[in-house]
C-alpha cells in the first residue's frame, strides 16, 4: 500500500511563490508516475501537472503551464510542485497523486491519493 503525504501548503501574497512536496511510503516514484490536482472551494477537482516515472513527460493544465513545474526527486522519493505567479484563483485544496508510469491529467488514472495540503493566496 502506497502512502502519500503533502506538505508546503500555506497562506501567500498574489506574485508569490510556493513549494508542495509529497513523500511517498517507499521506492514509489522509481516507478511510479505523479500528478498534482486540486480543488477550490464549491468546484470540481481539477488536473494541475502530471510526470511520468523517469521524468520523461510531463504535461500540465492551461492555468499551470508556465508558472508550475512538476518534479520527481528520485533520492528521496519525493513529487513536487513549485508554483510561481501564484494568484487568487490558485487558492484550493491541493492533492498528489501517484500510479504506475504515467497517468496523464484523468483523475481516474491514478491509484493512491494524499490527503492535500492548503493553499491560498491573498490579493
Known amino acids: 500500500q502506497v502512502q502519500l503525504v503533502e506538505s508546503g501548503g500555506g497562506l501567500v501574497q498574489a506574485g508569490g511563490s510556493l513549494r508542495l512536496s509529497c513523500a511517498a511510503s517507499?521506492?514509489?516514484?522509481?516507478?511510479?508516475?505523479g500528478g498534482w490536482f486540486r480543488q477550490a472551494p464549491g468546484k470540481e477537482r481539477e488536473f494541475v501537472a502530471a510526470i511520468s516515472s523517469d521524468s520523461s513527460r510531463t504535461y500540465y493544465s492551461s492555468s499551470a503551464r508556465g508558472r508550475f513545474t512538476i518534479s520527481i526527486n528520485n533520492a528521496k522519493d519525493t513529487l513536487s510542485l513549485q508554483m510561481n505567479s501564484l494568484t487568487p484563483e490558485d487558492t484550493a485544496v491541493y492533492y498528489c497523486?501517484?500510479?504506475?508510469?504515467?497517468?496523464?491529467?484523468?483523475?481516474?488514472?491514478?491509484?493512491?491519493w494524499g490527503q492535500g495540503t492548503h493553499v491560498t493566496v491573498s490579493s
Open positions: 517507499g521506492r514509489t516514484f522509481s516507478t511510479y508516475g
Open positions: 497523486a501517484a500510479t504506475y508510469d504515467y497517468g496523464g491529467s484523468p483523475a481516474s488514472n491514478y491509484k493512491y
